[in-house]
């Protein structure tokens, strides 16, 4: 029963974020909260969980005249970049901290989202 409820919070999360809605806290929310995953884990599990998710959304905007092409070396390298930065960081700061990051930021996106016009 427990892979039912991992592949529907994957379903969810990939549904999510294919729409642009954020699916990446859905599914680190559930490996976190549900599944016991260390933060750390989690975020290399979302970020695998992307990729398919990410070429799928790039293929169907390319496809829609959606992407402009020029500034697409750029914003790869500026994400290269900063993924490779986060990796860093995330792992000098540990699990402990990452997952009080993590939530915090997830509290200030809630209340910016409940009180925020």
Request: charged share 0%; hydrophobic share 70%.
């Given at each position: 029963m427990s892979w039912l409820?991992?592949?529907a919070a994957s379903f969810a999360s990939g549904v999510a974020a294919?729409?642009?809605?954020g699916g990446?806290?859905?599914l680190l929310v559930y490996?976190?909260?549900v599944a016991g995953v260390e933060q750390l884990a989690a975020q290399w599990m979302n970020l695998i969980f992307f990729?398919?998710?990410g070429g799928l959304s790039l293929w169907m905007h390319l496809k829609n005249g959606l992407i402009e092409k020029k500034v697409l070396l750029p914003?790869?390298?500026a994400g290269a970049a900063g993924a490779?930065?986060?990796v860093l960081l995330a792992n000098f700061l540990g699990n402990e901290a990452m997952t009080r990051i993590?939530?915090?930021f997830l509290a200030a996106v809630g209340l910016r989202e409940f009180f925020g016009k």
């Open positions: 409820i991992t592949a294919s729409m642009g809605l990446g806290f859905v490996l976190t909260a990729l398919p998710v914003a790869i390298l490779a930065c986060g993590f939530a915090v």
